[in-house]
């Protein structure tokens, strides 16, 4: 059973920050990988999407790896904004379904 | 195209009473889901459709709930009758195939008091 975990669960950084947020898979027989961004009382805004045979996916200030036979993918963030402040989710499709993590709570400080 | 369209926005109803939450999928998708938003446990996945028919609904918590799509662009999820345990954020979301990018509606937050 596909388990997804994601680390740091709330991270707070001052704006100007690099950061990296971290989610690992427990089945590495995935199809791809999406991460989301979500606000308070909001909807799941798509960022990226990497299929399991690339590597990395960028957009913008966003930069999203994945290694498939660690079972690890990373989300970079560069340039910190106050604007980034939200929760961040990851989430593999294996299959059909997708399995998220719990997410991570981003807090940039002005 | 607007996206994934999810009505009402937010769903305040006495315990019994039935509940409907509606989504509009994005045109051309075949692939449709429902998701239910806790605190305590995330996103958990409900039921899948593809080209209309219910493919996995082993997370429909029980047989108050239920889910149709009467045509390729449209979904219900009905909910009878509600308990306050019901009490969540319901999402929609579809994707052109089963293993591309996934779009989310804006989600239901239903209150059963």
């Known amino acids: 059973k596909q388990e997804v975990t994601q680390i740091p669960a709330a991270l707070s950084v001052p704006e100007g920050e690099n950061l990296v947020l971290n989610c690992s898979f427990t089945?590495?027989?995935?199809?791809?990988l999406q991460w989301f961004r979500q606000d308070p009382g909001k909807g799941l805004t798509s960022l990226l999407l990497?299929?399991?045979?690339?590597r990395e996916q960028t957009s913008g200030r966003l930069n999203a790896s994945l290694d498939k036979s660690s079972g690890r993918s990373t989300l970079y963030i560069a340039a910190s904004q106050p604007g980034d402040s939200a929760t961040y989710l990851c989430a593999v499709r294996g299959s059909y379904k997708l399995i998220f993590g719990s997410g991570t709570r981003l807090l940039v400080r002005p | 195209d607007a996206g994934v369209i999810q009505s009402p926005r937010h769903e305040v109803t006495e315990m019994g009473q039935e509940v409907t939450l509606r989504c509009k999928l994005i045109?051309?998708?075949?692939?449709l889901f429902w998701y239910r938003q806790t605190m305590m446990r995330g996103l958990e996945l409900l039921i899948y459709f593809n080209n209309n028919v219910p493919i996995d609904d082993s997370g429909m918590p029980e047989d108050r709930f239920s889910a149709k799509m009467p045509n390729a662009s449209f979904s219900t999820l009905k909910i009878q009758p509600s308990e306050p345990r019901d009490s969540a954020v319901y999402f929609c979301?579809?994707?052109?195939?089963?293993?591309?990018?996934?779009?989310f509606g804006q989600g239901t937050r239903l209150t059963v008091v």
């Open positions: 089945d590495s027989a995935i199809y791809n």
């Open positions: 045109s051309g998708h075949n692939s």
């Open positions: 990497i299929q399991s045979s690339q």
């Open positions: 979301a579809s994707s052109s195939t089963d293993s591309t990018e996934a779009f």
